[in-house]
């Protein structure tokens, strides 16, 4: 009963929770941002460099070996397209939040020198 006792302990602690409702919304916002990219980023500005450069044609090369180093640039191209539209994301989401103010200053209390300057009048009465 004592693991049983443990795994409800951790259960219940908030960490699981925690970590589970961060998969959860990073699959979701990983949906997201895939739809971004290949339903609106990639028709609107790379499908026409794409064409122009016949990129689209990277995928079926290879070399006598078998290696398939044109599927490997159209990954690398993806992972940065998909990269620099985090980035844009993550940046107008830090730029939406509010502005913390700094906080004021805490009053400057008196110097060393001036409480000692207190003592000393206070001794002398």
Do not use: C, H, W
Request: charged content about 20%; cysteine-free.
């Amino acid at each position: 009963m004592g693991m049983i006792s443990e795994f409800k302990d951790f259960i219940a602690k908030g960490n699981a929770m925690d970590l589970a409702v961060g998969v959860i919304v990073g699959a979701s916002f990983g949906a997201i941002v895939n739809s971004l990219v290949s339903d609106v980023i990639t028709p609107a500005l790379l499908n026409p460099a794409l064409k122009a450069a016949q990129v689209e044609d990277l995928a079926g090369l290879k070399t006598d070996g078998g290696i398939l180093y044109g599927k490997f640039l159209a990954a690398v191209i993806s992972f940065l397209v998909i990269a620099f539209v985090i980035f844009l994301l993550v940046k107008a989401m830090n730029s939406m939040k509010k502005k913390q103010e700094p906080a004021p200053a805490a009053p400057a209390g008196p110097t060393q020198e001036q409480l000692l300057a207190e003592i000393r009048d206070l001794l002398k009465k």
